[in-house]
């Protein structure tokens, strides 16, 4: 057990005070409800003498565990095999329809299990929550989220509660209501769900799977940066680009390279680029006035996976991009459907709204001077484009299909009109 | 080029006429219209000498293309690095609710990039497409083998003409659409859409990606039983169970075997159980019978993947149960309702109701006396759930969300009647 995984502690991200893993905390009692996650600490000498390239080749397991020292779960026994394997990084071998780096990838975290890079902190939950002798696991959300808990919880044989607020739309609470999670409609806002499940967890000793509340989701979506790097031979890109809701993807990317830049493995950070919707632009919006905390906007995009009105780990994505020297951008809805229309007509990958912000963020960070041509650069795809099919069908409202009869002349008039 | 592959030839399944593979003929002319496609040969001899265990822990490529020699394709520089990896092949450790056997595997195949089994013919036909030097590729399809299509031609940048009759439900054509294929309505039936597309191709020089039509199609599905193979550390189990439209995965994937089996690798075949629904169920109905032709049936069934008024693959569907020692089996679109809710709350599989057929079948098999207690079986996924989130709310109809104010009392007391 003791090294399975090289966690030391917890530590507020406001105030740094440290906290122990087994007095296990989710908030800073001196800060109150800080404005994000506890950070997540390694021991860094003991990773800097045990966790090597070499290791990691001779390393079999395909899932995010062969990172298993850099991650928080101590008790080997409580990993599942989950399937969360390593998401393909491939050359984006494309014309973007603007003046792009010649040298850029994407990191397809669409082909996860339940659709979404929710299964990587979805999978580090289950094992914390079995390690911890949980039974019953918990969230609010409408989203990919909740329907990765529902699918991992399933196969783990653990309870699951969900929380939304009454006015989520049916259809989003179909892939949740499918795997048997207990679902709980609350008369109320999305925060109000919030609170309940908070409640209800506290109450019933459920684990709590809240992008606000646990410090270890990060953890779990640090792995992306994990696999970048292995993937390019153990370096890293110039520059990362994440789509941003609440700011955990982004903080945990970071988090990921840091890990590994105190390390020692990696000799400077990658930049990360943190993309909004115009319409749910909290963090870009305290970014570009200077300041260290959000204002709560009203959220409203295509890309409801983006959609979030007061980011709830602020604090880790505004660092993420200040300390790697990135940068926020703001893409519309009508460049998130072009994106998505460029990514599946050009590049063959089907996704959703926000994952297409990446490509979307790209050319506004280009255009911007914050990404140079000879940068390599990768864009992390979050969704796949099957989790929203109206959205799909928006984006490809320009494709209508053409009517004939069973007449090959009509056909090839349409053809060589 | 020569190592590439060792195809030798095509043959008629009805009359054993051979046909060379440069005079690439998609018909018998001294049958006519067979009730299949021709059959693909391999040179067994070179194979034998070629193809053993070894080659394949030395080889890295993870996709479908490690098994290069047992596939159609000649030139290896036609193919292209599409991300069709070896899908997973997972112990299903939960309990389906009646007496099944102990060593029970799913094969996932709901984990390619559109979301299917078809991506595996699509990838052969790409290289064929490629091969012959074809910049466009055609099929007519309302489902899983469009939406792949129109993925994989976006990547490769061939050109992808989709046919489908016009009553198709506008839902199904989105991800079709979202790739930028070019979409043919036609005003008439499915098989009206499926000759319009044949003379087309036959006019336009378009690659013709049919099922009824392609020999190739059914080679990339055999990697099915390639991958089964090799993952069970070159074995095979005693029966696999395969949902059955066309009949092409099911005689595609006896053909993996058989060749294994032809070539020595595996002492013998595995029991191929082909699972019909109840509405759709020509083939099944033909082999009750005794005959080795099927009749048109009124194709009704949850599974529309599996909506098939004739098959188009009859015949080798019906000699790889016959020669295999197989079963037909039909399965209720209750029984399939069932199995997707198995699978999905107690196993974290979502799939279509076509993949959940399988699972549904096993269960009329064990019933029947055709799956021992102590065999080793393995469910074929075929297609992801959200492919079909219809069928899913259907599916799930009885888990409801549970209505609750911001009261903890009331979760309590929902928690705890």
């Known amino acids: 057990m003791s090294d399975f995984s090289f966690v030391r502690g917890l530590r507020c991200v406001t105030c740094d005070a440290e906290f122990s893993l087994d007095d296990l905390t989710y908030t800073c009692p001196a800060c109150g409800p800080v404005r994000g996650t506890l950070d997540v600490e390694y021991d860094i000498g003991q990773l800097r003498a045990a966790f090597i390239d070499e290791l990691l080749k001779e390393r079999d397991d395909r899932t995010l565990w062969r990172y298993h020292e850099l991650l928080p779960v ?8 989950l399937p969360i394997e390593v998401s393909p990084l491939v050359w984006l071998a494309c014309d973007p329809g603007f003046t792009a780096p010649k040298r850029l990838l994407v990191k397809d975290d669409t082909r996860h299990p339940s659709g979404s890079s929710k299964d990587r ?5 289950v094992a914390h929550a079995r390690e911890l002798g949980k039974t019953a696991i918990a969230a609010a959300s409408t989203g990919n989220a909740a329907a990765s808990l529902a699918m991992f919880a399933a196969r783990a044989g653990l309870g699951c509660y969900i929380f939304v607020p009454e006015s989520a739309p049916a259809a989003k609470l179909t892939q949740i209501r499918a795997h048997g999670a207990h679902l709980f409609a609350v008369r109320g806002t999305y925060d109000d769900a919030f609170s309940l499940c908070a409640e209800v967890c506290a109450q019933e000793g459920f684990y709590n799977r809240n992008t606000a509340t646990n410090p270890y989701l990060g953890e779990g979506k640090k792995t992306i940066a994990l696999e970048i790097w292995e993937q390019l031979g153990f370096r890293v890109p110039e520059t990362v680009i994440v789509p941003v809701g609440d700011g955990c993807i982004l903080g945990g990317v970071f988090k990921g390279f840091r890990d590994l830049h ?5 000799p400077r950070l990658p930049r990360v680029i943190g993309v909004q919707a115009e319409g749910s632009a909290a963090l870009a919006s305290a970014w570009r006035a200077g300041q260290d905390a959000c204002m709560a906007v009203s959220a ?3 890309a409801d996976s983006l959609a979030v009105a007061m980011p709830r ?7 993420a991009v200040r300390e790697s020297g990135g940068q926020f951008v703001t893409v519309s809805d009508a460049a998130i459907c072009e994106a998505m229309h460029v990514l ?3 590049a063959g990958l089907f996704v959703e709204p926000a994952a297409a912000a990446s490509l979307a963020g790209l050319k506004e960070a280009a255009a911007g001077g914050h990404v140079g041509l000879d940068d390599e650069v990768v864009l992390l795809l979050t969704g796949h484009g099957l989790k929203d099919i109206a959205a799909a069908d928006r984006a490809a409202h320009n494709n209508q299909p053409i009517h004939v009869g069973l007449d090959l002349d009509e056909v090839t008039a349409a053809l060589h009109p």
Chains 1, 2 share one sequence.
Do not use: F, N
Not at 313 to 319: E, M, S, T, Y
């Open 344 to 346: 599946a007509t050009r």
């Open 121 to 125: 902190a979805t999978s580090v939950a």
């Open 262 to 266: 105190e390390i020692g493995l990696i």
């Open 313 to 319: 780990d602020q604090v880790k994505a505004l660092r």
């Open 74 to 81: 101590r008790d080997a026994e409580a990993v599942l095999p």
């Open 300 to 302: 409203e995009t295509i």
